[in-house]
C-alpha cells in the first residue's frame, strides 16, 4: 500500500472518506522538510481563487497527514484533484520514522500568494486542529487571506462539492 501525504483538504480524514471516497488503513501527522504552504494554485473563479501547493524552502516545514491508503484510492485523489497536480515522492518525518510518500504539487515558479476562499480555509483549520498539528503551524495557516462573497460562495461550495465527488467516483 503506497502512503500519501496530505497537506491540504485531503489532511481531513472526514472530507477523504465522504468526498473523495478514500478509506485510509491508517493515518499519521507528518511533515515535510524544507518545503513551506503556499496558496499559489489558481483556482477555477474569484469565488475559489486558490488552493494549497507547497513550494522547496530551505529551513521550513509543512505539517500534514500521512494516509496509508491502495493504489486505487490514490488514483481516486489524483483524479479529483485534477491535472494541474504533479505526483512527486518525498521523504515524510512521523514520530517513529522517515517515510517516502506520494504527494501532490503544482508545478509553478510563482511565489505570489493568492488569497483562498474563506469555505476553503475553514477546512484547512478544521483539519489542522483535528490532527493535532503544532500552534504555530495553524497559525501560520489561519494567517492567509481569503475572500467570501455572500450566496456567490454558498451556491459555489455546494457545486464544488459535488464536482469533486463525482471525479473521484470515477475511478471505482
Known amino acids: 500500500m503506497p502512503?500519501?501525504?496530505?497537506?491540504?483538504?485531503n489532511m481531513s480524514r472526514s472530507f477523504l472518506e465522504k468526498v473523495r471516497g478514500?478509506?485510509?488503513?491508517k493515518s499519521v501527522f507528518g511533515f515535510l522538510e524544507n518545503h513551506r504552504l503556499i496558496m499559489n494554485l489558481i483556482g477555477p473563479n474569484f469565488i475559489e481563487p486558490s488552493f494549497a501547493n507547497i513550494r522547496f524552502e530551505r529551513g521550513?516545514?509543512?505539517?500534514?497527514?500521512?494516509?496509508?491508503?491502495?493504489?486505487?484510492?490514490?488514483?481516486?485523489?489524483?483524479a479529483s484533484e485534477g491535472l494541474e497536480y504533479q505526483v512527486v515522492e518525498l521523504?515524510?518525518?512521523?514520530?517513529?520514522?522517515?517515510?517516502?510518500?506520494k504527494t501532490l504539487i503544482w508545478p509553478t515558479d510563482s511565489d505570489i500568494e493568492l488569497p483562498t476562499s474563506r469555505r476553503y480555509l475553514k477546512l484547512l483549520l478544521k483539519a489542522?486542529?483535528?490532527?493535532?498539528?503544532?500552534?504555530?503551524y495553524?497559525?501560520?495557516?489561519?494567517?492567509?487571506?481569503?475572500?467570501?462573497?455572500?450566496?456567490?460562495?454558498?451556491?459555489?461550495?455546494i457545486y464544488a462539492y459535488l464536482w469533486v465527488k463525482t471525479r473521484a467516483k470515477k475511478v471505482s
Do not use: W
Open 3 to 9: 502512503y500519501y501525504f496530505g497537506y491540504g483538504s
Open 22 to 25: 478514500v478509506i485510509p488503513k
Open 60 to 78: 521550513k516545514n509543512v505539517e500534514g497527514i500521512l494516509h496509508e491508503i491502495s493504489d486505487t484510492e490514490f488514483n481516486k485523489i489524483v
Open 91 to 101: 521523504p515524510v518525518t512521523t514520530s517513529e520514522t522517515v517515510i517516502s510518500a
Open 128 to 136: 489542522a486542529r483535528q490532527n493535532n498539528l503544532s500552534k504555530n
Open 138 to 157: 495553524i497559525e501560520e495557516i489561519r494567517k492567509k487571506k481569503t475572500v467570501y462573497y455572500p450566496i456567490l460562495s454558498e451556491y459555489f461550495a
